[in-house]
């Protein structure tokens, strides 16, 4: 059984930086779209970037240029650096895992339906203060 595990928030200051990790294990896919999706409180679940197996990499509007999505593939772990962080940027963040994307014929983007992840990190909370 599949199992990814989100580490790496915590509580800086607006301008401040985090790198949040994703730990990935039990599963092995030649062809993946992964990603880090938030969620602030009241407000439904989003994409912020995403990765596919070919490493290409998307991003949603509002983190272009601040964040960058990275994955080590020698440590099945994924990573967001998060640079100049903003008050608005506070949330739960997911990582997220389509394990078998070659199949399902979509483009890997932040946009991509939720419910198309296999696989579901635990969440860290990002808080930024102003």
């Known amino acids: 059984q599949g199992q990814l595990v989100d580490s790496g928030g915590g509580s800086v200051q607006s301008g401040g930086s985090l790198r949040l990790s994703c730990a990935a294990s039990?599963?092995?896919?030649?062809?993946?779209?992964m990603g880090w999706f938030r969620q602030a409180p009241g407000k439904e679940r989003e994409g912020v970037a995403v990765?596919?197996?070919?490493?290409?990499?998307s991003y949603a509007d509002h983190v272009k240029g601040r964040f960058t999505i990275s994955q080590d593939n020698a440590k099945n772990t994924l990573y967001l650096q998060m640079n100049n962080l903003k008050p608005e940027d506070t949330a739960m963040y997911y990582c997220?895992?389509?394990?078998?994307?070659?199949?399902?014929?979509?483009?890997?983007?932040?946009?991509?339906?939720?419910?198309?992840?296999?696989?579901w990190g635990n969440g860290t909370l990002v808080t930024i203060s102003s």
């Open positions: 997220g895992a389509d394990v078998d994307y070659s199949k399902r014929h979509y483009l890997c983007r932040p946009s991509v339906s939720q419910e198309r992840m296999d696989y």
């Open positions: 990765i596919d197996s070919d490493g290409g990499s």
């Open positions: 039990g599963y092995t896919a030649n062809s993946y779209c």
